[in-house]
């Protein structure tokens, strides 16, 4: 299990280095097109050009604007794919039993509850701590609810 983490981390390195060259290529490119842009208005107004100069900057403009949101999703990209490698490099140390920065639950811990405190639910080294995955408090507390008040109903399980 490990090797196929350790595969998705490499892969997603060489798919970060692919999309950071492909941000360096359009930050140039963006540069380029605005600084085009600029002189092309200063020919528009200030050399004697040509009546219909006024659509080379309005072509610029535009080309810059769509390297801007080619540039955004490229960034988004970068983001998700570096998002990815901490997700697996997370279930690596899992693997090797390093559970430093997996939620323990702790804050779910309730001494008063019928089972959770004796079962070692929440808690160092707990259940909740070995299948919590969710990013969102949302999704923790669904789960610490769901490990407080499991399903007893055969017909609630089953549905």
């Known amino acids: 299990m ?3 983490y350790e595969g998705r981390i490499k892969n997603l390195h060489q798919q970060l280095a692919d999309e950071n060259k492909k941000n360096s ?5 963006r540069s380029l097109s605005f600084l085009l842009f600029a002189w ?4 528009w107004f200030q050399l004697d050009v040509g009546r219909f100069f006024w659509v080379i900057p309005v072509i610029l403009i535009f080309l810059f604007l769509k390297l801007v949101g080619i540039s955004g999703g490229i960034k988004q990209r970068i983001k998700l794919l570096q998002q990815l490698v901490t997700i697996n ?3 690596i140390n899992y693997l090797n039993r390093q559970f430093e920065g997996l939620d323990s639950g702790e804050s779910y811990q309730d001494p008063q509850h019928f089972f959770a405190y004796d079962l070692d639910v929440f808690g160092h080294n707990s259940l909740f701590q070995h299948i919590h995955r969710p990013t969102l408090k949302e ?8 490990l407080k008040n499991p399903l007893v109903d055969v017909s609630d399980i089953k549905n």
């Open 89 to 91: 490099q997370t279930e």
């Open 40 to 43: 092309s208005l200063y020919a």
């Open 25 to 29: 290529l359009f930050t140039w490119l």
């Open 139 to 146: 999704g923790a507390n669904k789960l610490a609810d769901w």
């Open 2 to 4: 490990k090797n196929l």
